[in-house]
């Protein structure tokens, strides 16, 4: 997870989007305000940002879930760029297997990257899911 493309851009930004993290650390219990405010600090900063909901439903017309994020876009290059403020907190589970645990260990808090750089780490992290459900014999994710 440590070799993932990453530039100069990418770790400036990481860098005011932890600062903002310190200083609205306050709401972090809401992540929706959280989000609005690292966004609103970052474009403060002069960053081109926006925050991004996302939802499915299911069959009946219901909301099953939901996924809020920051989707920053470099000027010139128009790279675009994604910032979860609790992303760890997303991929945690109940009855994790010990491999689980240490994968979930070395995630980033806030994550800042690429759309590439995201792909493979959901992949490699659904991936443990999967196994750590099996092991344990769940059909569901008990999600904490």
Do not use: H
Request: hydrophobic fraction near 40%; glycine fraction near 6%.
């Amino acid at each position: 997870m440590r070799n993932l493309n990453v530039d100069r851009f990418s770790n400036v930004l990481f860098t005011n989007a932890l600062e903002a993290m310190s200083v609205f650390r306050c709401l972090k219990s809401n992540t929706q305000i959280l989000n609005r405010n690292v966004m609103l600090f970052l474009q403060k900063l002069g960053y081109n940002n926006v925050t991004c909901k996302t939802k499915w439903r299911s069959y009946g017309g219901l909301t099953i879930g939901n996924y809020e994020f920051i989707d920053a876009v470099q000027s010139g290059s128009g790279v675009r760029y994604f910032i979860d403020v609790n992303f760890a907190g997303e991929f945690q589970i109940a009855r994790q297997t010990n491999q689980f645990r240490r994968f979930s260990q070395n995630l980033p808090v806030v994550f800042v990257g690429k759309s590439a750089d995201l792909k493979v780490i959901v992949k490699l992290m659904s991936d443990e899911i999967r196994r750590s459900m099996k092991c344990r014999e769940l059909l569901l994710p008990l999600w904490q």
